[in-house]
């Protein structure tokens, strides 16, 4: 297994909506291993295709306290979602920033898993927020987009200085 390197915001990549996948094969569980990895590492809770600039529709997501319990979502699609929640969202392309973001509290979703079986999923508070939050990398949407544009340009700010003082220092 590898890790992968995530984007970070505003890395204009992270705004490419992703495609289809045309087939479940050896090649792509490889490549959701690899997926996954990078995602416990991180650490987090959820990470898209996207993220590590790959525009295809899979995203991974584990929000077991003993991180034990990943899911797989191939080609995901909400089919309904009901009820609002306000959670603090954090995101590994936006390190070290946490907003509040409106969601479904809960979704049903249809997609592939990773042997290329179709499954309807009822999702339910974090589950479905990361899944919402994870679906929002596939289409170029961010959480920071939920936000207002003087937030959004703070946090962008912050994050392009921060990247400049750490390449002088490794420079």
Not at 19 to 47: C, K, S
Request: charged residues 30%.
């Amino acid at each position: 297994m590898a890790k992968l390197k995530i984007l970070e915001f505003p890395d204009p990549r992270l705004r490419t909506k992703a495609t289809l996948i045309d087939v479940v094969d050896d090649q792509l569980r490889i490549f959701i291993d690899d997926m996954l990895e990078t995602m416990y590492e991180a650490p987090g809770i959820g990470l898209a295709a996207t993220q590590v600039n790959v525009h295809k529709r899979v995203l991974v997501t584990d929000v077991s306290v003993e991180k034990d319990e990943p899911f797989v979502l191939i080609n995901p699609l909400i089919l309904e979602k009901d009820g609002v929640t306000v959670t603090d969202e954090g995101c590994l392309s936006v390190p070290g920033y946490y907003e509040e973001v409106e969601r479904a509290e809960h979704i049903k979703v249809r997609f592939l898993d990773r042997q290329g079986d179709d499954v309807e999923l009822e999702a339910h508070g974090l589950l479905a927020v990361c899944i919402q939050h994870e679906m929002d990398h596939l289409d170029g949407k961010l959480f920071v987009d939920y936000l207002s544009e003087a937030k959004r340009s703070r946090i962008r700010t912050k994050l392009e200085k921060g990247r400049r003082q750490q390449s002088t220092v490794v420079a």
